[in-house]
């Protein structure tokens, strides 16, 4: 019987994970970043938006909102696109803010009616509370709304935003990930 020579073994695994692997990569980035990446361009009311990340079981979206933009609907248009493009990928949007001591302040000192309104499922709390906690501060907008999947908050202070989404399936015990 005769032996199988290792180089030419070798060299055509190689050959075979190599093209596996890069078609793999081709496809990842012709058929699904490229599309996603060129989507949210088009979003209305993103200023910014970065590379999609593209994982086995979930997509990965960084933006940043214009100053007249709806979180909601600019939300809710990523989340269709990505479904159309990506399918049944778990959504992760993160939003880009101006960092602004005051906003985080506020925010912190309303987590605990926030967090409490979300655990029982009354969320017609959440405008109070947020209106209560920037009740001082005339300078600070706050605006909320919701849809069936999401409850979304913005601050702004002058140029300064804040923007947190929080799901309406509560999650178990843990901090809010995009908080």
């Known amino acids: 019987m005769q032996k199988p020579r290792l180089i030419p073994v070798v060299l055509t695994a190689a050959a075979t994970a190599v093209l596996l692997f890069g078609g793999w990569g081709i496809y990842k980035?012709?058929?699904v970043s490229a599309p996603l990446h060129d989507m949210l361009h088009e979003v209305?009311?993103?200023a910014y938006a970065a590379e999609p990340v593209i994982d086995k079981d979930k997509v990965a979206v960084t933006v940043q909102l214009s100053e007249d933009a709806s979180l909601r609907e600019v939300y809710g248009d990523i989340a269709r696109e990505v479904?159309?493009?990506?399918g049944d990928k778990q959504l992760e949007v993160t939003i880009r803010d101006?960092?602004?001591e005051e906003l985080e302040r506020l925010w912190h000192a309303s987590l605990f009616d926030i967090a409490e309104a979300m655990e029982t499922k009354t969320y017609s709390a959440i405008p109070a509370a947020m209106e209560k906690v920037v009740q001082g501060s005339n300078h600070i907008e706050v605006d909320t709304e919701m849809d069936n999947s999401n409850?979304?908050?913005?601050m702004k202070n002058g140029a300064a935003t804040k923007h947190v989404v929080l799901p309406r399936t509560p999650q178990k015990?843990?901090?809010w990930p995009n908080a």
């Open 44 to 46: 209305n009311g993103i």
């Open 83 to 86: 479904k159309d493009i990506a």
């Open 98 to 100: 101006e960092a602004d």
């Open 151 to 154: 409850v979304y908050i913005t």
């Open 29 to 31: 980035q012709v058929a």
């Open 173 to 175: 015990l843990g901090v």
